[in-house]
């Protein structure tokens, strides 16, 4: 009988609890409608303040939280070849750390591709951005086609049939999502692919072109089988991506040791190409994210301190309503009513009132996320695909009531410690505010005044730190600028001459346009990943003064391209229309080339041997 009583007394307590909560809930709600001008105000500050918090805790979420959509993403390395092209690698050699190597359990190769899919019925001619993968690239990564199959062994040959893999968007766009692909047909680039397979949602390699131009499309849309002919591979040059996933057990630093033992080995084997080029390991997120985690910490930091100015000023608000409630407060003190039960309605009234504005917050970052995807920077991965989902919403929801406990907590203790009698003889019977209250409260405007000053000039130094890190200096001026990815195709255009002739006719054609100042030509985009990798050494062809090559990137331009990109020129003269011409030899080169080849020397008129053995 006496585990009875105390299971029964155990549920009473439970009950009562219960009652306490809902009545308190009640009174919130009452006392909200009783007070709407405050209650709007409040509403107000906390939606503003929460719904930026979670706007950035929503990019955070999307960037830096979600994982990578590859396998156990965490085991996997970008392999670079160092130096100022740091993310290519030579073809030939990363077939030798394939063999080499004894802490990889597999590696895939990529190039960069472009298609121009022919029109038909219902689609005109689109470019889009793919890949050209190795067969051992999706297995590395851990992934495979949702509908088909990957590329298999010995398809990455030359001589073998045209094969495509297809993103799931373009399968979605293109081919209304038809779940019998497989096996068909399209033209691109005037050659007939067959589509083999179509990848998951949310697939993309590599993530996002970091570029500033509008591209023809910002994912990885196709992925076709690598036709490299290892008889025919220069160890010259770069121009190859390569991915690798660790073997059990192991880590980057042993991996990075075993490839640079490779690295010197390859460097006595072929002094003329591999002296002094190194092979390192990155990890895939760290390459993926770059500046990124730095960039939204600070803002997510600068959203906090707004955010707790907006606390600060509810808090404000909630003290002045306390204020004109003390004979309430002290009528139900002198009465018996205990100052826990007092503090925990209060708390609830703030609580209440911070949820409201919390949900209006929600609603504000879901609002915002339906256009911060079209206008987010490139230079940040995986923003473009952040939205408001479930885990926003709870986490909305914590720090709102996070907020509510905050900001109601010292007006609940000030009111229910204050003792009823004094509290009664300082309202004078009349509700009265007395002077013991006043001056709490001027202080407390103070006190917030001074927090607010604090905490603004915090967020703006993180704000401003954030700005900074996302800026880099692109060497050129993308304002203005608009792109066009023109892929000639057909019998017409087989040599260069053909696509130079068509070229210049089109650049003739955009001057004329209105608003047009000037108009160029280059064969990779900057920042598109159609990075051209060149082996280049100093002298002239036949008889290089050096002896090793170097790895660089290298463009092809029209004569007005770099003055329409707003390439400041530090020396020399800009090319001509004669210059484009292949006799012509003229060549300019960056800063950091300068510094490489020619040391504290002039480097006009000096001689460069491009792809020279």
Request: with cysteine; aromatic share 8%.
């Amino acid at each position: 009988s006496g585990n009875l009583g105390g299971q029964c007394a155990s549920e009473d307590l439970k009950s009562d609890a219960t009652m306490n909560l809902l009545q308190d809930l009640r009174h919130a709600v009452r006392l909200m409608r009783r007070t709407p001008a405050l209650t709007t105000v409040a509403i107000l500050s906390l939606a503003i303040t929460i719904g930026i918090t979670g706007v950035v805790f929503t990019a955070l979420k999307s960037v830096l939280i979600d994982p990578l959509p590859y396998s156990r993403p965490g085991e996997l390395l970008v392999l670079r070849s160092g130096g100022e092209l740091a993310n290519w690698v030579n073809w030939s050699d990363m077939q030798d750390v394939e063999r080499r190597n004894r802490t990889l359990q597999s590696l895939g190769t990529y190039h960069y591709a472009l298609f121009n899919l022919k029109a038909d019925a219902s689609n005109p001619p689109q470019a889009l951005y793919g890949l050209y993968v190795s067969a051992s690239l999706f297995p590395t990564l851990g992934v495979r086609p949702m509908i088909g199959r990957n590329v298999e062994p010995g398809e990455d040959r030359p001589g073998r049939e045209r094969e495509v893999i297809l993103s799931y968007g373009l399968w979605a766009r293109r081919f209304n999502s038809d779940r019998n692909i497989a096996g068909r047909t399209l033209v691109a680039n005037g050659y007939n692919y067959t589509i083999i397979g179509v990848m998951p949602p949310g697939f993309d390699f590599p993530l996002r072109l970091a570029t500033t131009a509008r591209t023809p499309s910002r994912y990885m849309e196709f992925w076709a089988p690598l036709a490299v002919d290892p008889a025919k591979a220069s160890r010259d040059g770069a121009g190859f991506g390569a991915v690798a996933r660790l073997k059990p057990g192991v880590t980057r630093i042993e991996a990075e040791q075993d490839l640079s033992s490779i690295a010197k080995s390859l460097a006595r084997e072929y002094p003329l190409s591999n002296k002094d080029r190194e092979i390192r390991a990155v990890s895939l997120e760290s390459q993926t994210l770059g500046n990124a985690r730095p960039a939204l910490f600070l803002l997510m930091a600068a959203a906090a301190m707004f955010m707790l100015i907006g606390c600060s000023n509810v808090a404000n608000l909630l003290l002045s309503r306390s204020l004109t409630r003390q004979r309430e407060i002290a009528l139900r003190l002198a009465l018996g009513a205990a100052r826990g039960r007092i503090v925990r309605q209060l708390i609830t009234e703030s609580c209440v009132l911070a949820v409201a504005g919390g949900l209006c917050g929600y609603l504000l970052t879901a609002a915002a996320w339906r256009l911060l995807p079209i206008i987010v920077p490139s230079t940040i991965p995986r923003l473009d695909g952040a939205h408001a989902d479930w885990t926003i919403f709870a986490f909305t929801l914590l720090i709102s009531i996070v907020n509510g406990f905050l900001f109601g907590i010292v007006p609940a203790l000030r009111t229910a410690g204050h003792d009823p009698g004094n509290a009664l003889r300082e309202s004078g019977g009349r509700g009265s505010i007395g002077p013991a209250r006043n001056r709490l409260r001027s202080a407390f405007v103070v006190a917030e005044m001074a927090i607010t000053v604090v905490l603004v000039i915090a967020g703006g130094v993180l704000t401003t730190s954030f700005v900074r890190l996302l800026h880099v200096d692109l060497g050129f001026q993308p304002g203005h600028v608009l792109a066009s990815i023109i892929v000639p195709q057909g019998d017409a255009y087989r040599d260069r001459q053909q696509w130079a002739a068509l070229y210049r006719r089109i650049l003739d054609e955009a001057r004329t346009l209105p608003g047009v100042e000037s108009a160029g030509t280059v064969d990779a985009l900057p920042f598109s990943g159609e990075n051209n990798a060149a082996s280049i050494r100093t002298g002239d062809p036949g008889e290089p003064t050096q002896k090793t090559a170097q790895t660089a990137e290298f463009d092809r331009v029209s004569a007005d391209y770099l003055q329409t990109m707003g390439v400041r020129l530090l020396q020399g003269r800009w090319f001509q229309r004669q210059d484009e011409s292949n006799s012509s030899g003229a060549a300019i080169i960056d800063e950091v080339a300068a510094r490489r080849f020619w040391p504290g020397q002039d480097p006009i008129g000096k001689r460069l041997c491009i792809n020279c053995l």
